[in-house]
């Protein structure tokens, strides 16, 4: 079965720089949840989005910004990266429809910042 | 305030003995709980929430609300277990993932 796919897997940028982190999600399903796991760190919340709407907002940075397409798939945009960005950043989907919304993983983007 | 609490960073455990990840959660109202796994290198993949109290690999794990903790279990662990565990809390308004900090299961032969 498909799964969720994130691209790119891995990302490294200098400082001050900007990268775009993008997630498809399984076909059908409509939300859209960032998570972002620094080093040892347990995944902390970002940003969801359902049909293409803003849903729930956690502690991204103003840098930060995403956003949701009419095809469901989402992309994260990271500018005046700082070293401190630099983690695993996971997407996960799923689909409203179901009684309760069991959220499916991509595989996560490292990027790192140097 | 929501949050999600496993106390040990590591278990190590020889195969066959029986395991037991601690998970305990702070949550106004009924929460809906999950565990993930993450092997080596792989995607954080849901191992079973409490809703449906089944059994995956072997592993059990019983939401008791007057302890607020929802340990998973296993009753002899197997090397294949070794991984990542997450505990995590869903928020019933937004559906967002609460974590634990997680622990690591190794599983000497």
């Known amino acids: 079965a498909a799964g969720v796919i994130q691209s790119p897997r891995h990302l490294i940028k200098e400082k001050r720089e900007t990268a775009t982190l993008k997630c498809y999600p399984i076909p059908r399903h409509d939300t859209v949840y960032w998570y972002q796991q620094g080093p040892g760190q347990d995944p902390q919340f970002l940003i969801s989005?359902?049909?293409?709407?803003?849903?729930d907002k956690g502690s991204i940075p103003d840098r930060f910004s995403a956003q949701q397409f009419s095809d469901y798939h989402s992309e994260l945009n990271m500018s005046s990266l700082e070293l401190g960005d630099s983690a695993l950043y996971f997407c996960a989907s799923s689909f409203s429809g179901r009684s309760h919304y069991e959220q499916y993983f991509g595989p996560g983007t490292r990027l790192t910042v140097t | 305030a929501q949050r999600v609490t496993q106390p040990e960073k590591l278990l190590s455990v020889f195969k066959g003995a029986p395991v037991e990840l601690k998970c305990n959660y702070s949550y106004s109202g009924s929460p809906e709980l999950f565990w993930y796994v993450q092997y080596s290198r792989q995607r954080l993949q849901l191992l079973l929430r409490h809703i449906s109290r089944e059994s995956i690999k072997g592993f059990t794990a019983d939401l008791n609300k007057g302890e607020t903790s929802f340990h998973l279990k296993k009753p002899f662990a197997q090397e294949e277990d070794s991984a990542m565990y997450y505990c995590?809390?869903?928020?019933?308004?937004?559906?967002?993932?609460?974590f634990g900090t997680g622990t690591l299961l190794a599983v000497q032969p």
């Open positions: 989005f359902y049909e293409k709407m803003q849903s």
């Open positions: 995590a809390l869903e928020d019933g308004a937004t559906n967002k993932l609460i």
